[in-house]
Structures are given as structure tokens and as C-alpha cells.
Antibody, heavy 123, light 109 residues
Framework: QLQVQESGPGLVKPTETLSLTCTVS??????????WGWIRQPPGNGLEWIGT???????YYNPSLKSRITISVNRSKNQFSLRLTSVTAADTALYYC???????????????WGQGTLVTVSS | AIQLTQSPSSLSASVGDRVTITCRAS??????LVWYQKKPGKAPKVLIY???SLESGVPSRFSGSGSGTDFTLTISSLQPEDFATYYC???????????FGGGTKVEIK
């Protein structure tokens, strides 16, 4: 059974960089039928897609966050990561990593999710 | 970017009620729409994909319909475990430009 699990600091200071890692187990991050994504939910608000990566390193970002985010993949560790620079209180959220399906069959939704990790931006 | 507008943003209903939630896209998205159920402290769960296909293991009281820009999620007979927040999500230009609706919170009347 595929599992994904987020890890990273729960507290980040304003103007600093948020860094999270997602570890994939029970499957390979190099699976050609899988894309890997980050989604967040600020407290009391709805879900927001952050970005998606394929194992070859191709990335797709939310235009509203594009200038501040980098998503990368480490195939040897079966992990992918999120970096969000210049954070503010508005970036406080529950951050989820997830598996999405193959673009070739338009399987563009998340069927496996991590439990989520709360990141608070505060000094 | 394609915007999704869900309505209502919240509703109160009783066990056994029929509940309908609407999701409207800012442009046509063909059948590239999924519905999730989200409960506090839990990750979202896929209910319906490709507008009307029921995800494996999801009760048949959930159904989806629509095309183009207007879509609905219907719960035919609300059960206690269905009180949650429901989100639509479009993937028309996947892997680019995924967007979620604002959510509909279904509460107990």
C-alpha cells in the first residue's frame, strides 16, 4: 500500500524559508503513472494546490506562488521536497503531500495523501 | 486560471435528507472534475472522479453529475458519518493549473 509522509519544521520565522520533505513508501517515486504534489490548507480556509512534480524533475506551480516555490525530487531517497521562500503569516497552514495520477490519462487528482503537517509562521 | 465556485458555502441538514452541492467553473472543463470529502484532522478522501465515477469503496448514496461548467455532488440520504466539508477540484489542464472550490461544510441541523 502506497504511503506518503510529510516531515519538516513546524515553526518558521517570517521572511525565512519553509522546507518540507515527503517520503514515499510502498511504491516508487519513479513510477511513470504517478505525479507528486503539495497542497495546503490555512486554518479555517479551503484547500490550495501548491505544485506538482514528475520524477524526471518537470515541475508545475500555482501561479500565485510560483515566484517563491521550488519543488524537487530525490529519486535515490524516494522523496520529494518543497521550499517556500520569504514566508509570512499567510503561509501558516496544514501542508499535505500527495500522489496524483498520470497526465497521459488525465488522472489529475490526489488519491494518496499524507496526514499533513502544520507549519506556523511566527517570530 | 480556472476558478471554481462552490455553493452553498455551508448548509445544515438532518440525517436522511437529500443534499446537493454545486460547483461552477469559470470556463468549460469537460469531465475533469473530482469531489473530495474532508473531515477535521484527516486528509481529503476522493468520492467521485471524472464528474460521475464513484471511487472504489465509496457508498452509492454519493453521486456526481454535470458537464462543461456546472457540476453537482448529491448525497441521496445523509448519514451521520457524512457531516464534513466537501471540495470540488478541476484538472482540465493537468499537470498545470489545478484548482479547488472553496468548500461546502455540511453540518447537523
Amino acid at each position: 500500500q502506497l504511503q506518503v509522509q510529510e516531515s519538516g519544521p513546524g515553526l518558521v520565522k517570517p521572511t525565512e524559508t519553509l522546507s518540507l520533505t515527503c517520503t514515499v513508501s510502498g511504491g516508487s517515486i519513479s513510477d511513470n503513472n504517478s505525479y507528486w504534489g503539495w497542497i495546503r490548507q490555512p486554518p479555517g480556509n479551503g484547500l490550495e494546490w501548491i505544485g506538482t512534480i514528475f520524477h524526471n524533475g518537470n515541475t508545475y506551480y500555482n501561479p500565485s506562488l510560483k515566484s517563491r516555490i521550488t519543488i524537487s525530487v530525490n529519486r535515490s531517497k524516494n522523496q520529494f521536497s518543497l521550499r517556500l521562500t520569504s514566508v509570512t503569516a499567510a503561509d501558516t497552514a496544514l501542508y499535505y503531500c500527495a500522489r496524483l495520477g498520470a497526465a497521459e490519462i488525465s488522472y489529475g487528482y490526489a488519491d494518496y495523501w499524507g496526514q499533513g503537517t502544520l507549519v506556523t509562521v511566527s517570530s | 486560471a480556472i476558478q471554481l465556485t462552490q455553493s452553498p458555502s455551508s448548509l445544515s441538514a438532518s440525517v436522511g435528507d437529500r443534499v446537493t452541492i454545486t460547483c461552477r467553473a469559470s470556463q468549460g472543463i469537460s469531465r475533469s472534475l473530482v469531489w473530495y470529502q474532508k473531515k477535521p484532522g484527516k486528509a481529503p478522501k476522493v468520492l467521485i472522479y471524472d464528474v460521475s465515477s464513484l471511487e472504489s469503496g465509496v457508498p452509492s448514496r454519493f453521486s456526481g453529475s454535470g458537464s462543461g461548467t456546472d457540476f453537482t455532488l448529491t448525497i441521496s440520504s445523509l448519514q451521520p458519518e457524512d457531516f464534513a466539508t466537501y471540495y470540488c477540484q478541476q484538472f482540465h489542464n493537468y499537470p498545470q493549473g489545478l484548482t479547488f472550490g472553496g468548500g461546502t461544510k455540511v453540518e447537523i441541523k
